[in-house]
């Protein structure tokens, strides 16, 4: 029975909860025994009698007996065995053994047992941890078999180690960090989605900065064992700290919790710890279960999760789903999008405070009532920007003539509708031009816009301005007064996958937005560009070129960096801003999602070696567009030579 | 004037040598003194004016006036500027300043001149070597020219060096290693295969390990500075033993030549050196140009080459040409196929001295007329082996009765032909039998096959023994009687892009035949699989797994691997054997070619730090097929899973 109900629309596997048992022959009475009395989800169990092996069934002679699996598909029916039971690789099989024998009984059992768990349509296999770093048999076999499965997943058991003293000269040890042996059995296997891993904790745990990179990865379970836990006062299991710390990242990314190992804690029977849940389903055979008062403590940390924020839970279906970037500037907008992006309250409180400054400034209050500000709207849309200059017209008291520039006819039919109702026909003449063509009639002292993308200037925010500032006054603003892109170099399994699914070069060299979830971020954003408003200088040239170097921290082990994750930050005027730069990002804004910047070929970084990335923007006569490469620890192909795959139209 | 003439067939272009000069307006009058009266083939010269900076030009309002480049296509035609002018592009360059203007002014030259070689119809122009071992810029507007390129060539200038010294602590310094740079420029430059290398030669040259690496790298041109020159008991120019070696390299690897630098021998006018070409054709100038004793030298050492032997010269269409491996089992072989390989009399002088050693000692003496020698020769084709083991019997004074099985029908139709126009009626039966199902009369004292491929067992050699020895006597023989085959890890830039080109998976999964000649060997070869014939075993299976370890030689520098070169030697009988392997090859075969297994995504190899290789022999109900991958120094994908790429069909 689940562990608890989340928030509405949370459809994450992380409610619920497995436990891992011993071969049993007789599948009924094994889940009868855990699932109804045991309270658990589903059982992660052998499927072949542990004692079986290929090479001496053959010559018994055994040609037509059948081999030793647990139950078939009569004494369970394939929707049971689907929804209640992960099948468990033989553990005893090692594929990379200098045992020839042992070597082909291995992959011969392999091959067996998962077409076995295939036929009863399970949903996942645990495969035993590869016994040795080089692994390339087991991997080899695990690609083949992958090959053939359509829905079925294989779960890779990886103990969650890392060693603390992981100097460069022992690197080449076996299983400093259990990271890389995962690292190289998924490149091994072509980085396929149907391989993920199931989490083996144990009592200690590796440094915080290593744990990172996990939420990165594809992990679909944790394996609690039962030596992890702790015992409280009364005698009850329970979790250390940073054991709890790690559970809820689990929980909160999906990953289902499965218990394991001997009870160690004797709870006395009938006095059920009040600080872990037990709903009273369970009367009759609760007491037999010895593993249920994990079970029980895991339910607890479930359901203490705080309730996900609205915010979140509008962007759950978003999460980590790769969206192409809007062309404000080559494409209408339609009424949908400036509907959405207009709900964006925070945004435009930012705005209109910015705007107020700007007036305050501008205007003495001595003379507020004699000079009227001019202030253009170089993108008004369907009219937030100008609503919001209305409002800081008022609250400040100062006299406003607004331009609303719109180049799409269409809102700049909505625009006239919303003057007309609000009664705006004195103070604001709508203009329906590019801003980059039109003569405008007088200055301008103050230009506002809301021209950036995730990226800062990924729609173009440079290039309309630029065309804009031709009517502002030599000592008019523009409002926002700068903007600068931000990149951090990320892992994400699953946003890799998913552009690797498209299987052309196109969707490699693309900008994606997206909401980032599933993401190890490897080290703190650092600036790419910068723009300024106005821009003075004779050599305005919007063209950028920035080389950047990131280290990953000492204690974070290796990782793979699948690409780039990018924001913004934009200065509206003088102290007041608004992007999302995780470290500075406007709380409760929803109009941007970060950008993604993949890469073709995963690098793999180490600690105390730089990872070096160039960025550039490049400014064509029809478009503008972004190239990027590596160049440390191994040089990368330069992304998107000349605009071919992705590019913003001019 | 051509350096001379090759053996027919060379096409190489090392017979042409060209002269580096300065900047000159009068591109004729620098022709003429060049080419008519120096004796050179064409001049690496400057386009531009060196004086030319964009920014200034601009400043100086210079917007109608043309950019100033040496001469127009109409002061030259454009055939005259293709065969005699490699544009030099102006050195002043540099991409990767810190200074933005240099940076822009480079970048805007760079275009600026790369456009008019290209509207020339320039066949190459010469880069200058990037100022800094971070040249991602550089690097990333080369690539933007290159994919609007069709058929000009960039050369991109690489000094030839390398410091001894090459510790890993020095590593990451500019520079101790040029093909470093070269290395990643390419690799930021996505392989491209207009891409290619001109040497600077110097006075000293790095190891020879090193220098074998050029040899699988696109290296266009070697520009031999004067001062690499020496001066003999005359007072003329020649070159070191060792810079002789590398220039013949040159030469057998259709890399031009190309004299730079100021003359540093006075040689005495009039007295030509005995020991250098002087075809009289440059009477009137010839004095003229202080060069020509670097060009007359360059030009003995041409002529001096050994001439191609008459094999290789026979190969020379072949070089680094992929081909698909023959299916003989699954496919029927064509007559022409038959034919040529029957003209290799080195392979079947080979089986006939093992087949009359085996008659020998199966036979003594004093039974050779009493015993008659049972021998089958398995996939007998049109008869070569039929013909090896009757002259092999008379040899010996054996009598021998000789089955001929061959599964091929038309080739059956020949036999009989053969055998009747031999009047071999009475010791040769012929069976039209695939040898794997066939029911014999009778069993042999010998089976002779010759189904080896280029990998030894890639043509089903095993499969087909294993169902032919059925029909051996228990003490029976096979011939061969045990066959081996090696990889090596090899640099093959122009095998890599040819399999790049056809853009697909694929491709890269696919062993090829191929004639090897523009590559690098990295390491000595090892072996990966070996079968023997008979194979009593009861466990005998034809699977197999191998892991190798390659080490690059300590003074090698780095190196990038493309795939692995395969080859075999079979064991015939005794210490007669016969095979590929390049230690070992028997000389004047012509029947196989190397095999190439290419890699997905070249890996850089250093030195004492092991290429870890994993080679598998799978075996299917339809098929067989190799899987390969790396897993050190990172792991590749495991590639031909499944052999869903490349296979042979039983």
Redesign the interface.
């Known amino acids: 029975m689940p562990l608890g109900e989340r928030s509405p629309g949370d459809k994450g596997e992380s409610r619920y909860c497995g436990v891992e048992s011993e071969f049993d022959g007789d599948v009924p009475r094994l889940l009868s025994f855990n699932i109804s009395c045991g309270g658990f989800d589903f059982v992660v169990s052998p499927l072949m009698n542990p004692t079986y092996r290929p090479s001496l069934f053959e010559k018994e002679g055994n040609e037509s007996s059948v081999l030793p699996f647990a139950g078939s598909d009569l004494i369970l029916n394939p929707s049971q065995w689907s929804s209640h039971v992960v099948g468990k690789i033989s553990s005893w099989i090692d594929l990379d053994s200098e045992d020839e024998?042992l070597?082909?009984d291995s992959e011969t059992t392999l091959k067996q047992e998962i077409a076995w768990a295939s036929h009863l349509s399970l949903q996942a296999c645990l495969l035993p941890t590869p016994r040795q770093a080089?692994c390339?048999?087991y991997?080899?076999c695990i690609?083949?078999i992958l090959?053939?499965l359509t829905n079925m997943q294989l779960w890779l058991r990886i103990p969650l180690f890392k060693a603390e003293d992981d100097s460069m000269g022992t690197s080449t040890d076996d299983m400093t960090d259990s990271w890389e042996l995962w690292?190289?059995f998924r490149?091994?296997?072509?980085?396929r989605s149907q391989l993920s891993i199931a989490l083996d904790v144990s009592s200690t745990l590796p440094s915080a900065n290593s744990l990172v990179r996990w939420f990165g990865e594809p992990v679909k379970a944790a394996i609690l064992n039962t030596e992890c836990f702790l015992t409280n006062a009364r005698g009850y299991p329970c979790l250390s700290k940073r054991h709890q710390k790690l559970i809820t990242g689990f929980f909160n990314h999906s990953v289902q919790i499965v218990i394991s190992g001997k009870p160690l804690h004797k709870v006395l029977k009938g006095s059920a710890d009040p600080a872990t849940m037990d709903n009273g389903d369970n009367v009759g055979c609760v007491q037999n279960h010895s593993l249920r008062p994990y079970l029980e403590y895991v339910g607890y940390l479930y359901q203490r999760l705080d309730p996900l924020p609205e915010q979140e839970r509008f962007e759950l279906g978003y999460r980590d789903f790769l969206q192409s970037p809007l062309q404000p500037l080559m494409d209408n907008l339609e009424a949908q999008t400036y509907e959405t992006f207009e709900k964006d309250t925070v945004k435009y409180t930012q705005y209109q405070r910015a705007i107020s400054q700007a007036l305050i400034d501008r205007v003495p209050d001595e003379k507020a009532s004699v000079i009227t500000t001019v202030l253009m709207v170089v993108g008004a849309g369907r009219g937030p920007l100008v609503r919001a200059s209305l409002q800081a017209a008022e609250e400040t008291g100062r006299k406003l003539k607004v331009y609303a520039v719109e180049k799409n006819p269409n809102a700049v039919v909505t625009l006239h509708s919303l003057v007309k109702l609000e009664g705006w026909e004195n103070s604001v003449t709508i203009v329906s031009c590019d801003m980059r063509h039109w003569v405008a009639p007088q200055k301008a002292d103050i230009l506002v816009s809301e021209l950036l993308g995730s990226f800062g200037d990924n729609e173009l925010s440079p290039e309309c301005l630029d065309g804009a500032q031709r009517f502002l006054k030599q000592d008019g603003l523009s409002i926002p007064s700068s903007y600068t892109s931000f990149i951090q170099p990320v892992t994400t399994s699953k946003l890799y996958n998913d552009v690797k699914s498209h299987k052309d070069l196109v969707h490699f060299e693309t900008a994606y937005v997206v909401k980032l979830h599933s993401v190890a971020r490897l080290a703190p954003t650092q600036p790419v560009f910068t723009f300024t408003h106005p821009e003075d200088s004779p050599?305005r040239?919007n063209?950028r070129?920035k080389?950047l170097q990131f280290e990953i921290p000492s204690d974070m082990g290796s990782a793979l960096v699948h690409g780039f994750a990018g924001y913004f930050d934009a200065t509206l005027y003088k102290d007041i801003h608004l992007g999302i730069e995780p470290s500075v990002a406007t709380p409760n804004m929803f109009s941007w999602f970060p950008i993604f910047f993949p890469l073709r070929?995963p690098v793999?970084v180490h600690p105390g070696s730089p990872l070096?990335v160039?960025f550039?923007r490049c400014v064509g006569s029809m478009k503008v567009w972004y190239?990027w490469?590596v160049?440390s620890p191994?040089?990368?192909?330069?992304h998107n030579?000349?605009g071919?795959s992705y590019w913003v139209g001019l």
Chains 1, 2 share one sequence.
């Open positions: 024998i070597r082909l080089s390339a048999n991997a080899r690609n083949q090959q053939g690292n190289s490149l091994l296997c072509e980085h050599q040239n063209q070129y080389k070929t793999c070096e160039h550039w190239e490469c160049t191994s040089p990368s192909a330069v030579s000349n071919r």
